[in-house]
């Protein structure tokens, strides 16, 4: 079936209007959630109308921390429920948005995770094994660094100023605000993303135990949340089941095989003998049954010789969401 059919068969399945939004993760054809979908979302929105609900089929390894809240207020404005069908990876900022919708819809395979933004700083220490590239700094990092200190090394509270200087000759402390302004973003995010469903103050609790272990109590940024841990935080889950299990998995599984992710990019699968091929690859999908953006990767791969050595240069000379109906 092709991604068309699959999609009006889930609009059946959930009684509802289907937006399907998928960012790739090979390389190098990655693609991650950001505002530049904002103003088409907005357009296929139009088209559809205010509807009574709205199913968002998402895919994604994260992206811009502050693309979500846009994307589901948005939609929001144009639907009485709105829920979010999870077949696979929904990570990073793929688990804020499902954090605004009334329902998560998770198949067998569905996993969310920890909202634990990383930032790069241009006060970073240099990677030694790449000295043009600043290393990033992580929240939990620095959490997790104070906590070793004074829970494994019995650090006493008064010597922890020696502790944060040793912290502070390593990285500058810009960076470190820097790290600590995320996490705090992170933090109101998923406060405000919940506020939009459930009640400030009768779900306080529940909102307060859903931030806590989102945005901190678990350390590991890829840790996978599945849709019974999910449910054990508080969130309103839905297990996909039978054939709904089914067809969420089957659209996921044509996209994943018009983007061939999980599988290594080789550029000779696009010379196949030739000096020079063109490319052009879609890394992301934003689509309803009516009307289809695709990311799309335009260029040139080709053979060289350099040093004596021979070498494949990638060359994009386009990388831009393109109407495609």
Same mark, same amino acid.
């Given at each position: 079936?092709?991604?068309?059919?699959?999609?009006?068969?889930?609009?059946?399945?959930?009684?509802?209007?289907?937006?399907?939004?998928?960012?790739?993760?090979?390389?190098?054809?990655?693609?991650?959630?950001?505002?530049?979908?904002?103003?088409?979302?907005?357009?296929?929105?139009?088209?559809?109308?205010?509807?009574?609900?709205?199913?968002?089929?998402?895919?994604?390894?994260?992206?811009?921390?502050?693309?979500?809240?846009?994307?589901?207020?948005?939609?929001?404005?144009?639907?009485?429920?709105?829920?979010?069908?999870?077949?696979?990876?929904?990570?990073?900022?793929?688990?804020?948005?499902?954090? #605004?919708?009334?329902?998560? /819809? !998770?198949?067998? +395979?569905? @996993?969310?995770?920890?909202?634990?933004?990383?930032? &790069?700083? $241009? %006060?970073?220490?240099?990677?030694?094994?790449?000295?043009?590239?600043?290393?990033?700094?992580?929240?939990?990092?620095?959490?997790?660094?104070?906590?070793?200190?004074?829970?494994?090394?019995?650090?006493?509270?008064?010597?922890?100023?020696?502790?944060?200087?040793?912290?502070?000759?390593?990285?500058?402390?810009?960076?470190?605000?820097?790290?600590?302004?995320?996490?705090?973003?992170?933090?109101?995010?998923?406060?405000?993303?919940?506020?939009?469903?459930?009640?400030?103050?009768?779900?306080?609790?529940?909102?307060?135990?859903?931030?806590?272990?989102?945005?901190?109590?678990?350390?590991?940024?890829?840790?996978?949340?599945?849709?019974?841990?999910?449910?054990?935080?508080?969130?309103?889950?839905?297990?996909?089941? #039978?054939?709904?299990?089914? /067809? !969420?998995?089957? +659209?996921? @599984?044509?996209?994943?095989?018009?983007?061939?992710? &999980?599988? $290594? %990019?080789?550029?000779?699968?696009?010379?196949?003998?030739?000096?020079?091929?063109?490319?052009?690859?879609?890394?992301?999908?934003?689509?309803?049954?009516?009307?289809?953006?695709?990311?799309?990767?335009?260029?040139?791969?080709?053979?060289?010789?350099?040093?004596?050595?021979?070498?494949?240069?990638?060359?994009?000379?386009?990388?831009?969401?393109?109407?495609?109906?």
């Amino acid at each position: 079936m092709t991604r068309t059919d699959l999609i009006k068969k889930l609009e059946t399945e959930r009684n509802s209007r289907v937006i399907s939004y998928v960012t790739g993760d090979r390389p190098p054809f990655a693609t991650k959630i950001a505002g530049d979908i904002v103003p088409l979302l907005g357009n296929l929105l139009d088209s559809i109308g205010k509807v009574k609900k709205i199913s968002l089929f998402l895919y994604t390894s994260g992206g811009d921390m502050l693309a979500p809240i846009r994307i589901v207020k948005l939609i929001r404005n144009h639907c009485d429920e709105f829920e979010v069908l999870v077949p696979y990876k929904a990570h990073s900022a793929g688990t804020l948005i499902c954090l #605004g919708a009334d329902t998560i /819809v !998770m198949g067998k +395979l569905g @996993e969310l995770t920890p909202v634990d933004p990383t930032t &790069g700083h $241009p %006060f970073n220490p240099q990677n030694p094994a790449n000295p043009q590239q600043n290393l990033e700094v992580s929240v939990e990092d620095l959490n997790s660094y104070l906590l070793f200190a004074k829970e494994k090394a019995d650090v006493k509270s008064e010597q922890m100023i020696d502790v944060y200087k040793l912290l502070v000759e390593k990285l500058h402390p810009l960076s470190i605000g820097n790290a600590y302004r995320a996490y705090r973003m992170a933090h109101l995010l998923t406060e405000r993303l919940l506020w939009l469903h459930m009640d400030k103050e009768k779900d306080s609790e529940k909102i307060k135990k859903i931030v806590k272990e989102i945005t901190g109590d678990i350390t590991i940024h890829a840790y996978p949340i599945d849709r019974d841990e999910a449910a054990e935080l508080g969130l309103k889950i839905e297990k996909a089941q #039978g054939g709904l299990d089914n /067809v !969420m998995r089957e +659209l996921y @599984e044509v996209y994943a095989m018009e983007m061939k992710l &999980g599988q $290594p %990019f080789h550029p000779n699968e696009l010379l196949a003998g030739k000096d020079m091929a063109d490319i052009d690859r879609n890394g992301a999908y934003l689509e309803t049954t009516d009307s289809s953006y695709q990311f799309t990767f335009s260029g040139k791969v080709k053979k060289d010789i350099r040093n004596n050595q021979p070498a494949i240069d990638i060359n994009f000379e386009s990388q831009s969401w393109i109407k495609k109906n």
